[in-house]
């Protein structure tokens, strides 16, 4: 059952001196709202404006209050839409005639942060909340001051920090004691919110039962806020296992609304859905899917039909998470039913009603321009996408219709990277959709901008003494740019149709397109993985079957850390007899998981991973074929699966396969531009996490050396020691077909997007010698082929429903179809070896996968006992396009043409080596 948050909704007060006639229509409008008679309320307002509009006001405090307090009950009245728009032309009023330091906005962000938090966009809400408290200067004596603390804290309630949340309501609850402020019922209810998630009852139990009486005292046993009070205490009672109060309780919630909304309103459809919520918990599924059925048409403006099989459409909705929450309830129940009748019909009726959550996901996903909310929007669905793609497997197994089938492999494909895809698809809208290169370049460098900003703020907060002015206006600079941003997206959809089309195009590659861009030898493994069951897609040119295996999630789970410790150690004096056995018998045992079932197809297959969860982790290439002797220990000759097979990666089959084939030759003016730092001397300042403190950034020797190998086999420029700075990358980057960057990274697991590459520190007051994740994104790279030969490229936090947040993934979103990445801390001498055969072998005309896996099997060939553990050559794999970067064929023809010209370019080629060999030294 869901509760109801309330915020702090803030009218500005009425003066005396305004104009008499909107004077006037402005009080009736006040007085229609303490009666609770919304609706004359909203027709007051309007007569207000309409004044504003035709008349000769002059009195600037009275429109602004008009247009604020016309936007609040429109967004009490459940009219978001319209109460926006209100909220953005009382914004650029009130910044036109006040100025923009003005705390007359202090009341417009507060409201369209709780506007946004209604449509769960929660970093919007928090930046308008904050904003509004920059505008107080700390003012805590301030009404205002109490209201953003409320706010902040149901902003940190959704993100589930209930310990946060109830920090501010306290402060909150203080703060209000303090001014004497009559009514702290909206605190005290969500202190009793947080109290239960806290599963503190007793104080939770007091918290309701005090906010409900004070209001009731106060304002009477209508007032339109008990509704949200009766509805959460109705939640409380039962989690508390008192169900005998459920019900009275829902049923004096849905009283209060309709008395204040009439029949359609986003409370009352809560409410009907808590009604929903409790019936299906008695099992009793019709009543349960009648009141979901309510429930959507009180939420949907243009819906109406009262049918429990009958959904809407799209063009009725306006996507957000409310309706989405109401569908997902309507899908679960029509399953359950399913189970009760054994009726098709009902079993396919909920993959329908998924259908429509999984479309109502996307355009939210598109709605938001912040990755943070993309990417708990993809951890809150992603059990969403698995329910559907259990459905579609179970109506495939019932009816051998191959079509759900087909269904459950696009469920999979839009339940991958679905925040990268998205961006991705936005980048290319503006490509190919009609916008000019100058405006694409206003709005790549607005974005940096953003970046810079949030990174500055960012990295000063961490600090243990931070500069709060630093931070105070550098937050003001920042809200501007994002306000920025947002409106030069939204003239965008409205200038260029073409983009919007394009922008919202959220379709998934076609099995049949898929199939007919595979090649002959490639074998795509696609995986999704739930609590109870693993599935496999299995993909070949002429082929498709789709495989089920019962799991337990947790052993699966253990498998997998037992192969990834195993890698990712560099201490290996416990190499025991035992140790070795773990390892062995974790690959094997997930080698029968992952691609045992599909043994007799294997041979001569290029295989093509898409991983889910955890998977994402481990190499498939160290899974073993067959059980290892434990009698003795030898890592050189055990049957690695790399042995037999070429394996590249792929963030979802549409990623991998929507991108054209790399094209011989070069794509840019220049081919391999390679970096090198030093890290002499290196401040242990620029460790800011606990794990860059674990891992310290130790002198790689290696890497010139490794750099300077690939010259002997590419032709390309080295920037190593000095050279290798941030500002020489950001310079030259976006002119090489091939970068490779050998250095150390920062890796944040708590914040990914600021995730570091480390460049050369020096001391250029511009650039800081870390390229994060946040600048990647927004950087325009030409290049076929990124190799990050750095530390844990490809590591990062796993993000439900994205994958792992590696630095890697910036690269991707920036434009490079082929990254090779490292999935741990590489050792230094092994990786300068296995680079250098790399190179040589894509230099012969082989494809990345198959290069890289040659280069692996090499280095197999001669390592010694202790350098044959897979920590040292399995880190590095192929994600993204694998196709050949030279043909040899070619290059042949290309040094058959030059010949005849060689000895005319014998002086510059000797100039040319002796610069390149001065920046290599």
Same mark, same amino acid.
């Given at each position: 059952?869901?509760?109801? @948050?309330?915020?702090?909704?803030?009218?500005?007060?009425?003066?005396?001196d305004?104009?008499?006639?909107?004077?006037?229509?402005?009080?009736?409008?006040?007085?229609?709202?303490?009666k609770?008679?919304?609706?004359?309320?909203?027709?007051?307002?309007?007569?207000?404006?309409?004044?504003?509009?035709?008349?000769?006001?002059?009195?600037?405090?009275?429109?602004?209050?008009?247009?604020?307090?016309?936007?609040?009950?429109?967004?009490?009245?459940?009219?978001?839409?319209?109460?926006?728009?209100?909220?953005?032309?009382?914004?650029?009023?009130?910044?036109?005639?006040?100025?923009?330091?003005?705390?007359?906005?202090v009341?417009?962000?507060?409201?369209?942060?709780?506007?946004?938090?209604?449509?769960?966009?929660?970093?919007?809400?928090q930046?308008?909340?904050?904003?509004?408290?920059?505008?107080?200067?700390?003012?805590?004596?301030?009404?205002?001051?109490?209201?953003?603390?409320?706010?902040l804290?149901?902003?940190?309630?959704?993100k589930?920090?209930?310990?946060e949340?109830l920090?501010?309501?306290?402060?909150?609850?203080?703060?209000?004691t303090?001014?004497?402020?009559?009514?702290?019922?909206?605190?005290?209810?969500?202190?009793?919110?947080?109290?239960k998630?806290?599963?503190?009852?007793?104080?939770?139990?007091?918290?309701?039962?005090?906010?409900?009486?004070?209001?009731? %005292?106060?304002?009477?046993?209508?007032?339109?806020?008990?509704?949200?009070?009766?509805?959460?205490?109705?939640?409380?009672?039962?989690?508390?296992?008192?169900?005998?109060?459920?019900?009275?309780?829902?049923?004096? *919630? @849905?009283?209060?609304?309709?008395?204040?909304?009439? %029949?359609?309103?986003?409370s009352?459809?809560?409410?009907?859905?808590?009604f929903?919520?409790?019936?299906?918990?008695?099992?009793?599924?019709?009543?349960?899917?009648?009141?979901?059925?309510k429930?959507?048409?009180?939420?949907?403006?243009?819906?109406?039909?009262?049918?429990?099989?009958?959904?809407?459409?799209?063009?009725?909705?306006?996507?957000q998470?409310?309706?989405l929450?109401?569908?997902?309830s309507?899908?679960?129940?029509?399953?359950?039913?399913?189970?009760?009748?054994?009726?098709? +019909?009902?079993?396919?009726?909920?993959?329908?009603?998924?259908?429509?959550?999984?479309?109502?996901?996307?355009?939210?996903?598109?709605?938001?321009?912040?990755?943070?909310?993309?990417?708990?929007?993809?951890?809150?669905e992603?059990?969403?996408?698995?329910?559907?793609?259990?459905?579609?497997?179970?109506?495939?197994?019932?009816?051998?219709?191959?079509?759900?089938?087909?269904?459950?492999?696009?469920y999979?494909?839009?339940?991958?990277?679905?925040?990268?895809m998205s961006?991705?698809?936005?980048?290319?809208?503006?490509?190919?959709?009609?916008?000019?290169?100058?405006?694409q370049k206003?709005?790549?460098?607005?974005?940096?901008?953003?970046?810079?900003?949030?990174?500055?703020?960012?990295?000063?907060?961490?600090?243990?003494?931070?500069?709060?002015?630093?931070?105070t206006?550098?937050?003001?600079?920042?809200?501007?740019?994002?306000?920025?941003?947002?409106?030069?997206?939204? $003239?965008?959809?409205?200038?260029?149709?073409e983009?919007?089309?394009?922008?919202?195009?959220?379709?998934?590659?076609?099995?049949?397109?898929?199939?007919?861009?595979?090649?002959e030898?490639?074998?795509?493994?696609?995986?999704s993985?739930?609590?109870?069951?693993?599935?496999?897609?299995?993909?070949?040119?002429?082929?498709?079957?789709?495989?089920?295996?019962?799991?337990?999630?947790?052993?699966?789970?253990l498998?997998?850390?037992?192969?990834?410790d195993?890698?990712?150690?560099?201490?290996?004096?416990?190499?025991?007899?035992?140790?070795?056995?773990?390892?062995?018998?974790?690959?094997? $045992?997930?080698?029968?998981?992952?691609?045992?079932?599909?043994?007799?197809?294997?041979?001569?297959?290029?295989?093509?991973i898409v991983p889910?969860?955890?998977?994402?982790?481990?190499?498939?290439?160290?899974?073993l074929?067959?059980?290892?002797?434990?009698?003795?220990?030898?890592?050189?000759?055990?049957?690695?699966l790399i042995?037999?097979?070429?394996?590249?990666?792929?963030?979802? *089959?549409?990623?991998?396969?929507?991108?054209e084939s790399?094209?011989?030759?070069?794509?840019s003016?220049?081919?391999v531009?390679?970096?090198a730092?030093?890290?002499?001397?290196?401040?242990d300042?620029?460790?800011?996490?606990?794990?860059?403190?674990?891992?310290?950034?130790?002198?790689?020797?290696?890497?010139?050396?490794?750099?300077?190998?690939?010259?002997?086999?590419?032709? +390309?420029?080295?920037?190593?020691?000095?050279?290798?700075?941030?500002?020489?990358?950001k310079?030259?980057?976006?002119?090489?077909?091939v970068?490779?960057?050998?250095?150390?990274?920062?890796?944040?697991?708590?914040?990914?997007?600021?995730?570091?590459?480390?460049?050369?520190?020096?001391?250029?007051?511009?650039q800081? +010698?870390l390229?994060?994740t946040?600048?990647?994104?927004?950087?325009?790279?030409? *290049?076929?082929?990124?190799?990050?030969?750095?530390?844990?490229?490809?590591?990062?936090? @796993?993000?439900?429903?994205?994958?792992?947040?590696?630095?890697?993934?910036?690269?991707?979103?920036?434009?490079?179809?082929s990254?090779?990445?490292?999935?741990?801390?590489?050792?230094?001498?092994?990786?300068?070896?296995?680079?250098?055969?790399?190179?040589?072998?894509?230099?012969?005309?082989?494809?990345?996968?198959?290069a890289?896996? %040659?280069?692996?099997?090499?280095?197999?060939?001669?390592?010694?006992?202790?350098?044959?553990?897979?920590?040292?050559?399995?880190?590095?794999?192929?994600m993204?396009?694998?196709?050949?970067?030279?043909?040899?064929?070619?290059?042949?023809?290309i040094?058959?043409?030059?010949?005849?010209?060689?000895?005319?370019l014998?002086?510059?080629?000797f100039?040319?080596?002796?610069?390149?060999?001065?920046?290599?030294?």
């Amino acid at each position: 059952m869901n509760s109801r @948050l309330s915020f702090n909704e803030s009218f500005v007060p009425q003066e005396i001196d305004a104009d008499s006639l909107l004077k006037e229509q402005f009080s009736r409008a006040a007085n229609f709202i303490r009666k609770s008679d919304f609706q004359y309320a909203i027709q007051s307002f309007e007569n207000a404006v309409h004044t504003i509009r035709e008349g000769d006001v002059s009195d600037n405090t009275m429109i602004y209050r008009t247009y604020v307090n016309y936007g609040v009950i429109l967004n009490r009245f459940g009219d978001r839409k319209k109460a926006l728009e209100y909220y953005n032309l009382s914004e650029s009023f009130t910044i036109k005639v006040f100025g923009e330091d003005s705390q007359k906005l202090v009341p417009i962000y507060v409201n369209k942060g709780n506007l946004f938090n209604d449509y769960e966009n929660l970093v919007k809400a928090q930046n308008h909340y904050e904003k509004a408290l920059l505008l107080l200067k700390n003012q805590r004596e301030s009404k205002w001051f109490a209201k953003i603390t409320h706010n902040l804290a149901v902003v940190a309630y959704k993100k589930y920090n209930y310990s946060e949340a109830l920090k501010y309501l306290l402060e909150t609850l203080t703060l209000k004691t303090k001014q004497n402020i009559d009514n702290a019922s909206s605190t005290k209810n969500l202190i009793g919110n947080c109290y239960k998630q806290l599963k503190n009852y007793k104080e939770a139990d007091k918290y309701f039962q005090n906010s409900i009486s004070e209001v009731e %005292e106060l304002y009477g046993s209508d007032f339109y806020l008990l509704g949200d009070y009766y509805l959460n205490y109705a939640v409380f009672q039962d989690e508390f296992d008192r169900k005998d109060k459920v019900l009275p309780y829902l049923n004096l *919630a @849905l009283e209060v609304y309709k008395k204040n909304f009439g %029949e359609n309103h986003p409370s009352i459809a809560l409410c009907l859905e808590n009604f929903g919520d409790y019936y299906f918990k008695k099992k009793d599924h019709l009543s349960a899917l009648q009141y979901y059925q309510k429930a959507l048409i009180s939420e949907l403006e243009n819906f109406n039909n009262s049918t429990i099989y009958f959904n809407p459409i799209m063009s009725e909705i306006d996507p957000q998470v409310s309706t989405l929450e109401i569908l997902k309830s309507k899908a679960v129940a029509l399953f359950s039913l399913y189970e009760k009748t054994n009726s098709i +019909g009902d079993l396919d009726f909920s993959l329908q009603t998924y259908d429509l959550c999984l479309d109502i996901v996307d355009k939210i996903r598109i709605g938001y321009q912040d990755e943070e909310s993309k990417f708990a929007l993809s951890k809150n669905e992603k059990e969403t996408f698995n329910r559907a793609i259990e459905i579609a497997v179970k109506l495939y197994e019932l009816t051998k219709d191959a079509k759900y089938k087909e269904k459950a492999f696009l469920y999979s494909e839009r339940s991958k990277a679905a925040s990268l895809m998205s961006s991705l698809n936005d980048v290319n809208a503006k490509s190919f959709g009609g916008i000019s290169l100058e405006l694409q370049k206003q709005e790549r460098e607005l974005k940096l901008s953003i970046a810079k900003y949030r990174e500055m703020v960012h990295e000063e907060r961490r600090k243990q003494a931070p500069n709060r002015d630093s931070i105070t206006r550098w937050q003001n600079v920042l809200f501007d740019f994002n306000e920025q941003y947002d409106q030069m997206v939204l $003239q965008f959809e409205e200038d260029y149709p073409e983009y919007y089309a394009l922008k919202y195009d959220t379709k998934t590659i076609e099995l049949e397109e898929l199939q007919d861009r595979m090649n002959e030898n490639d074998l795509l493994l696609e995986y999704s993985i739930s609590d109870s069951a693993l599935f496999t897609f299995v993909i070949t040119k002429e082929s498709f079957e789709l495989q089920r295996q019962e799991i337990v999630k947790d052993s699966f789970d253990l498998h997998l850390e037992e192969v990834r410790d195993a890698l990712k150690t560099n201490d290996f004096a416990d190499a025991s007899i035992n140790y070795y056995k773990r390892y062995t018998q974790s690959a094997h $045992q997930l080698y029968k998981y992952l691609v045992g079932e599909n043994d007799s197809i294997l041979t001569g297959k290029n295989l093509l991973i898409v991983p889910d969860g955890k998977m994402a982790y481990i190499p498939f290439g160290v899974l073993l074929k067959e059980e290892a002797d434990s009698t003795s220990m030898n890592y050189r000759n055990l049957k690695y699966l790399i042995k037999d097979n070429s394996i590249s990666y792929h963030n979802s *089959a549409t990623l991998g396969f929507n991108n054209e084939s790399s094209n011989y030759g070069f794509s840019s003016s220049k081919s391999v531009l390679a970096f090198a730092p030093s890290y002499n001397d290196v401040d242990d300042s620029i460790l800011i996490t606990e794990r860059a403190y674990r891992d310290k950034l130790y002198p790689l020797p290696g890497v010139k050396e490794e750099v300077n190998n690939i010259s002997k086999v590419i032709a +390309g420029d080295l920037f190593v020691d000095d050279l290798a700075t941030e500002a020489n990358f950001k310079a030259n980057a976006s002119e090489y077909d091939v970068l490779h960057l050998a250095m150390h990274t920062i890796i944040d697991d708590e914040n990914p997007m600021f995730s570091k590459l480390v460049f050369t520190q020096n001391s250029d007051t511009i650039q800081d +010698g870390l390229l994060n994740t946040h600048e990647i994104y927004n950087m325009n790279f030409n *290049a076929r082929m990124v190799v990050l030969s750095a530390c844990n490229t490809g590591d990062g936090k @796993l993000q439900k429903g994205e994958g792992v947040m590696s630095l890697a993934r910036g690269f991707f979103y920036a434009g490079c179809p082929s990254v090779i990445m490292t999935l741990w801390t590489v050792e230094d001498k092994t990786g300068s070896n296995l680079m250098s055969n790399f190179y040589t072998l894509l230099a012969s005309g082989l494809k990345k996968d198959e290069a890289l896996r %040659e280069a692996k099997l090499q280095y197999l060939q001669t390592a010694d006992a202790l350098k044959s553990h897979p920590y040292f050559w399995s880190g590095y794999v192929t994600m993204g396009d694998v196709d050949p970067l030279y043909d040899d064929r070619f290059r042949n023809t290309i040094m058959y043409l030059a010949f005849g010209t060689i000895g005319l370019l014998l002086p510059f080629f000797f100039f040319r080596r002796r610069i390149k060999n001065k920046i290599a030294a």
